[in-house]
């Protein structure tokens, strides 16, 4: 019976062999699609790849184009270096073909724009077998850059008696060892018959300059100095800057009017000084109204910046933020420029903003000496309604306020300082435009502090936004 098989068994192998036959047919048939779009599959690796490196050149090259370019132009010389750093980003990719490259630029919200699109090719391994012989591919990149803008520099400088203080701790000890207690370097005329006569050179201030004594005016000038000659080398291009100084106590100075030569302007900073106490010693010498009103008709507009024909206007205000105003009877209606000072340099207080103040004010009132001593705003609204009518004509304000230093052995500042001395930095800041209030205790220094301020008004980094 087994013999009467074997033909059956034979036939049944060769039909499974004819069968093993046709899934191997259809099996090859299926794999050439699958080949293919395995083959797809990688040449879109490889295309994104390729977009990668493309993106990431691009990027390089807008970060190299806009921190070389001053303007929206883009000068030739610029988008050749935009193009090289695009080129060399990319480096030696023989599967790209970069068909075009373009840079552009504009001003954006006052910062310069680069925008970079690229389109390229790169060529499949199995795509032709889909008739996609070539990947097309495109992109863009965009960088922005603060314009290093024109601007015009106003230096306010508090010189009023207060800061004729040590300029340290240490200095604050020594002078006052050397003056039997008092922490301030007074500067005093000497009179006869009530009338000046002259230099007292027995005062504090000639003492303290005697024995090598540091006083905050001191470190003012020093600072001002500096920092017109900090701005003079950083200047993008000539004429860049314009820089003027004026000092007030009861009084605005002139110093140096505004000039676009800054080696000027930081030579005339040597004449910064202490301001002359009132041979009466009747105090009531710092005055932001009179101050802020002669400041807003001297700097009266603000530009863009983006040619020297449109500077943005900085007004710069250093000051212990205590302020010291007649009131009520209180002398200071009639106040005239010492007369020791040249007239043509210093102005009494204007009609509009006389320190003559009434009793209806908020703040410290000494009504032995008709002294309202207060703070920034809370004494009178002039200063800080001007301060905000400047802020909206677009003038930036930077306010460096240098740490009124408790005395507590001493009874005006225990009486009147000292209660509103937390609100002295406060009140300060509410005039100070966004990110440009700053504080320097006695440990810092006025010097930094300063270059810190200008730095932070004209400086900032290229970023990409794209």
Same mark, same amino acid.
């Given at each position: 019976m087994l013999?009467s ?6 036939g049944f192998?060769a039909?499974?062999n004819?069968?093993?036959?046709n &899934?191997?047919?259809?099996f090859? *048939?299926? +794999?050439? =699609? ?5 083959g ?7 295309g994104i790849?390729a977009?990668?490196?493309?993106? %990431? ?7 190299? !184009?806009?921190?070389k370019?001053?303007n =929206?132009n883009?000068?030739?010389t610029t988008q050749?270096?935009?193009r %090289?750093s695009f080129?060399?980003?990319?480096g030696?990719a023989?599967?790209?073909t ?10 954006v ?9 690229y389109?390229?090719?790169v ?5 032709s077998?889909?008739?996609v =012989?070539?990947l *097309?591919?495109s992109?863009?990149?965009v960088a922005?850059a ?6 015009n520099?106003?230096?306010? +400088?508090?010189?009023?008696p207060?800061?004729g203080?040590?300029?340290t701790? @240490? ?8 003056t039997?207690g008092c922490?301030?370097?007074?500067h005093?005329h000497t009179?006869?018959?009530?009338? &000046? ?8 201030y000639h003492?303290a300059k005697?024995?090598?004594v540091?006083?905050?005016?001191d470190?003012?000038?020093i %600072?001002?100095q500096?920092? *017109?000659?900090s701005?003079?080398?950083n #200047? #993008?291009?000539p004429?860049q800057?314009n820089?003027?100084i004026?000092?007030?106590? @009861?009084?605005l ?7 676009s030569?800054?080696s @000027?302007?930081?030579?005339q ?5 202490l301001?002359?106490s009132y ?6 010498q ?10 807003s008709n001297?700097?009266t507009?603000?530009g863009?910046g983006?040619?020297?024909?449109s ?9 212990d933020?205590?302020? @010291?105003?007649p ?20 102005t ?5 903003? /006389?320190p $003559?103040?009434s009793n209806?004010?908020?703040g410290?009132?000494?009504?032995n000496s ?6 920034f ?7 800080? /309604?001007?301060?905000q009518?400047m802020?909206?004509q677009?003038i930036?304000?930077? &306010?460096l306020?240098t740490?009124?230093?408790?005395? $507590? ?9 000292a209660?509103i001395?937390s609100? &002295?930095?406060?009140?300060? #800041?509410?005039?100070a435009?966004?990110?440009? *209030? ?6 810092q220094?006025?010097?930094?502090a300063?270059?810190?301020?200008f730095? !932070? ?10």
């Amino acid at each position: 019976m087994l013999a009467s098989l074997k033909p059956l068994i034979k036939g049944f192998l060769a039909f499974r062999n004819d069968l093993s036959g046709n &899934i191997g047919m259809i099996f090859a *048939f299926a +794999l050439l =699609p699958a080949i293919g779009l395995i083959g797809l599959a990688d040449d879109f690796a490889t295309g994104i790849m390729a977009k990668r490196r493309l993106d %990431a050149a691009a990027d390089a090259a807008v970060l190299h !184009a806009v921190s070389k370019s001053s303007n =929206p132009n883009l000068d030739q010389t610029t988008q050749d270096a935009g193009r %090289a750093s695009f080129d060399a980003q990319l480096g030696n990719a023989s599967n790209i073909t970069v068909v075009s490259v373009s840079l552009t630029s504009g001003y954006v919200d006052g910062n310069l724009q680069v925008t970079l699109k690229y389109r390229a090719t790169v060529p499949t391994n199995f795509g032709s077998l889909f008739q996609v =012989p070539t990947l *097309f591919l495109s992109g863009s990149a965009v960088a922005v850059a603060p314009i290093p803008a024109y601007a015009n520099f106003y230096l306010l +400088l508090d010189n009023s008696p207060s800061m004729g203080i040590g300029a340290t701790v @240490d200095d604050i000890t020594q002078l006052q060892s050397l003056t039997g207690g008092c922490a301030f370097a007074c500067h005093e005329h000497t009179s006869s018959s009530g009338r &000046i006569t002259g230099d007292n050179t027995s005062d504090n201030y000639h003492i303290a300059k005697n024995n090598n004594v540091v006083t905050r005016i001191d470190v003012e000038r020093i %600072a001002a100095q500096h920092l *017109f000659d900090s701005a003079t080398a950083n #200047q #993008q291009y000539p004429n860049q800057y314009n820089a003027a100084i004026y000092t007030f106590s @009861d009084v605005l100075q002139t110093i140096a009017t505004l000039s676009s030569n800054l080696s @000027d302007v930081a030579s005339q900073a040597q004449n910064i000084d202490l301001a002359y106490s009132y041979f009466d010693h009747r105090d009531t010498q710092t005055s932001y109204d009179t101050a802020f009103s002669y400041m807003s008709n001297i700097i009266t507009q603000s530009g863009n910046g983006l040619t020297s024909s449109s500077p943005i206007s900085y007004l710069f205000v250093v000051t212990d933020g205590v302020q @010291d105003e007649p009131v009520g009877t209180g002398s200071g209606s009639n106040n005239k420029p010492d007369k020791w000072v040249s007239p043509s340099t210093q102005t009494s207080p204007p009609g509009t903003a /006389s320190p $003559n103040l009434s009793n209806t004010l908020t703040g410290n009132f000494n009504s032995n000496s008709h002294r309202l001593i207060s703070t920034f705003s809370s004494g009178s609204s002039i200063a800080l /309604s001007q301060c905000q009518s400047m802020k909206a004509q677009g003038i930036k304000i930077a &306010i460096l306020y240098t740490t009124y230093l408790p005395i $507590n052995n001493d009874n005006t500042y225990k009486s009147y300082v000292a209660p509103i001395s937390s609100k &002295i930095p406060t009140d300060l #800041q509410g005039c100070a435009s966004p990110n440009l *209030f700053f504080t320097v205790t006695p440990s810092q220094g006025i010097d930094d502090a300063m270059k810190a301020m200008f730095k !932070a008004a004209t400086s900032g980094l290229p970023r990409l936004t794209q």
